[in-house]
């Protein structure tokens, strides 16, 4: 066994820990030209049937090859031939690990063990291919032979140096598996999903089971003591709950800001809500462990903002959502319904719009300029997904410490200017500055990203880094006009309905009038009482794959 890295004893690493092959001095690629084709017969162990490995610009194709050119490292197959008997084709983002070994000197076969995530059409469920086999010399004499086998040594290089383009290999990776997670089968899909790819890429990992939070070894703590110094990422095997208590843990060290920055996360998704992956990776990766097993491998550092909530004496950070009425009781109202999976949300939802049960509140907002203006809103998302993710600023910021309080803690008042104005309603323009609502709702949902669950894009132009949130209030409603306003939730439709008013703020203040009733924080309940939010602007990292959170244009309709 061999280790890299002195902060893992032997017990960290995976049995089969070998570093992978990246140093560019190594004697194959030392001095040696590029061959003309970058390409190998390999005859494959599992099929016995020769194929062709070819590294072509949009990444490793695996052909299919006819037994008679058996022995031959072949140059002469052209790339509209490869394509058109192509079975496979894996972009090099997609490439987990190319290794070459021969036994000895004498050998007539160099070993070549190819690993890599598989995704039909790019879109379909990501599963680990891996492919070993020998490549044979045609050399008579062992020097022939030899020259051969480097060469082999050198397209597994190759191969390599294009996999890791600008990604350091073999991360070394914290996991924080959470035993109970979902329907309790996170720890079956690490053996069978997670383990295997992570494993394949040669990463070194370190995996933790989460404690429930009135244990010791709940994810807050083991945030709180996390050295960021040794770990790549940390990534959770779990839903959203154990994301949020990780940056709960982070965020309240003396140390809160230079720990978020350096502790990028990666979800894997465990969970019964697993927001932030769909976010990252778009809605059809929901459940896809591999895929995320990926990212966390090749993903790149997006800056997420994180929201302050306080209450009472209490601070919470938030990056996902806070739910108020009917959307809160939907979560914490059918936890009796956990057994269901992401099916308990629409149960509860359908319950709440048959009982038209509203909720009044008492809100404050600090709109934006034009924050209410939806057809603005959508422009500005769609002009950003149209450019290239803007660099991540490290700098900014005193210290180690997170950002004062705007608010300040505990039961601040609102700032001068809102108070004494309470409205029934908004009217339609409104200028930047603080505004106020009393009125009754059916819920109020403030949002950082535009999904808060797989089938429930709420806020479709929320950025997860502007350093401001959107609020979605939907007023009482007709029973028919609850039951049809998930219609197209999947895909924004509640944003676009006349029933939501739609306002995107630097902070809030939302008071509940009734005693009683659920607020929930990143789906995690806390006490029924006022709470002002305000947002920190790009406080937390993440990893994507493609180094931004997924995006759709909006059309407006
Ligand atoms: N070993 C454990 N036993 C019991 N509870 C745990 C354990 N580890 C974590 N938890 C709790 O699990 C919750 C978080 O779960 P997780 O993030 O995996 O999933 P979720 O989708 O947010 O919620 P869930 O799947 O529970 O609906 C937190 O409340 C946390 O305290």
Same mark, same amino acid.
């Given at each position: 066994m061999v280790s890299c890295c002195p902060c893992f004893n032997s017990d960290d690493l995976h049995d089969d820990y070998i570093p992978l092959p990246m140093s560019p001095t190594s004697a194959a690629a030392n001095g040696r030209a590029l061959p003309d084709q970058y390409e190998l017969l390999l005859v494959s162990k599992q099929s016995q049937s020769p194929v062709n490995l070819l590294l072509l610009d949009e990444g490793l194709v695996v052909t299919r090859r006819k037994k008679n050119a058996l022995g031959q490292v072949a140059a002469s197959l052209s790339i509209s031939k490869a394509s058109s008997s192509c079975i496979k084709t894996f972009p090099y983002l997609q490439v987990l690990s190319a290794r070459s070994t021969r036994s000895s000197p004498e050998a007539t076969a160099t070993r070549v063990s190819i690993a890599a995530v598989y995704s039909k059409g790019g879109t379909g469920p990501a599963k680990l291919f891996q492919l070993e086999g020998d490549v044979h010399e045609v050399g008579h004499d062992r020097e022939e032979r030899e020259r051969g086998s480097c060469r082999v040594e050198w397209w597994c290089e190759e191969l390599m140096r294009r996999a890791y383009d600008g990604v350091k290999p073999n991360r070394r990776l914290r996991v924080l598996l959470n035993p109970i997670g979902g329907k309790g089968k996170a720890k079956q899909l690490w053996e069978t999903d997670i383990s295997p790819v992570l494993r394949a890429a040669a990463c070194v990992v370190k995996v933790e089971h989460t404690g429930p939070s009135s244990s010791p070894s709940n994810a807050t703590n083991l945030a709180r003591t996390h050295d960021f110094t040794a770990y790549d990422a940390l990534v959770t095997v779990s839903g959203d709950g154990i994301v949020h208590e990780v940056l709960n843990g982070l965020a309240c060290r003396p140390d809160g800001l230079a720990a978020l920055r350096s502790t990028p996360i990666i979800p894997i998704p465990a969970g019964s809500g697993n927001a932030l992956q769909v976010n990252l990776e778009g809605p059809q990766r929901a459940n896809d462990c591999v895929w995320a097993a990926l990212a966390a491998i090749k993903g790149t550092p997006v800056a997420l903002d994180l929201c302050s909530i306080t209450q009472k004496d209490k601070r919470y950070y938030s990056f996902l959502s806070q739910a108020f009425g009917l959307m809160a009781d939907l979560d914490l109202g059918t936890e009796h319904l956990r057994w269901m999976g992401d099916t308990r949300f629409t149960v509860g939802y359908v319950q709440g719009a048959l009982t038209r049960r509203t909720y009044p509140v008492e809100l404050a907002v600090k709109i934006a300029p034009n924050g209410t203006d939806k057809a603005f809103l959508a422009k500005s998302y769609n002009d950003a997904l149209a450019r290239p993710p803007p660099p991540i600023d490290d700098q900014s910021g005193a210290g180690d410490a997170l950002p004062e309080l705007q608010f300040g803690t505990a039961?601040?008042?609102?700032?001068?200017?809102?108070?004494?104005?309470?409205?029934?309603?908004?009217?339609?323009?409104?200028?930047?500055?603080?505004?106020?609502?009393?009125?009754?709702?059916?819920?109020?949902?403030?949002?950082? +990203?535009?999904?808060?669950?797989?089938?429930?894009?709420?806020?479709?132009?929320?950025?997860?880094?502007?350093? +401001?949130?959107? +609020?979605?209030?939907?007023?009482?409603?007709?029973?028919?006009?609850?039951?049809?306003?998930?219609?197209?939730?999947?895909?924004?439709?509640?944003?676009?309905?006349s029933n939501t008013r739609y306002y995107r703020c630097s902070s809030y203040r939302l008071t509940p009038l009734t005693p009683k009733g659920y607020v929930s924080i990143d789906g995690e309940s806390v006490p029924h009482e006022p709470f002002q939010v305000e947002v920190h602007k790009a406080l937390a990292r993440c990893l994507a794959l493609k180094g931004s959170f997924w995006g759709k244009q909006i059309s407006m309709h």
């Open positions: 039961e601040d008042e609102l700032p001068e200017e809102a108070r004494g104005r309470v409205h029934q309603d908004l009217p339609e323009r409104l200028e930047e500055g603080w505004h106020t609502l009393k009125t009754d709702v059916q819920f109020v949902y403030g949002g950082k +990203l535009p999904f808060v669950a797989k089938d429930v894009k709420l806020f479709p132009p929320a950025s997860g880094n502007d350093g +401001l949130i959107d +609020l979605a209030i939907v007023g009482p409603i007709s029973r028919m006009d609850a039951l049809s306003g998930m219609d197209g939730a999947a895909t924004g439709q509640i944003f676009h309905n």
